[in-house]
């Protein structure tokens, strides 16, 4: 199993920018990808970015160039660096991995918030 840990959210006016950071640590030989989907109140989960092990990148919609996925793997880190932030981002934003064939599925971190002021 994959164990995510999340930092970095919190609050910022709109237009700012802030990083996410997420650790992955246990089977992390299991991961395939290493992705951020966000969950606003009252709306479904969606996806925010997503980086494959070979570097394949997809983003929702809605990022339109504001966001960027990296990915560290001599530290098995995801980070999520985010400029031109809005209200309407504003949500619990979550990590999570994706596995290879003979792994468990899908891991998830435990969340961060993410507010955005007007």
């Known amino acids: 199993q994959v164990r995510l840990v999340e930092s970095g959210g919190g609050l910022v006016q709109a237009g700012g920018s802030l990083r996410l950071s997420c650790a992955a640590s246990g089977d992390t030989a299991c991961i395939s990808a290493m992705a951020w989907s966000r969950q606003a109140p009252g709306k479904e989960r969606e996806l925010v970015a997503r980086m494959s092990n070979a570097g394949t990148t997809l983003y929702g919609d809605f990022v339109r160039g504001r966001f960027t996925i990296s990915r560290d793997n001599t530290k098995n880190t995801v980070y999520l660096q985010m400029n031109n932030l809005k209200p309407e981002d504003s949500a619990v934003y979550y990590c999570?991995?994706?596995?290879?064939?003979?792994?468990?599925?899908?891991?998830w971190g435990q969340g961060t918030q993410v507010t955005v002021s007007s």
């Open positions: 999570y991995t994706d596995s290879v064939p003979y792994c468990s599925g899908r891991n």
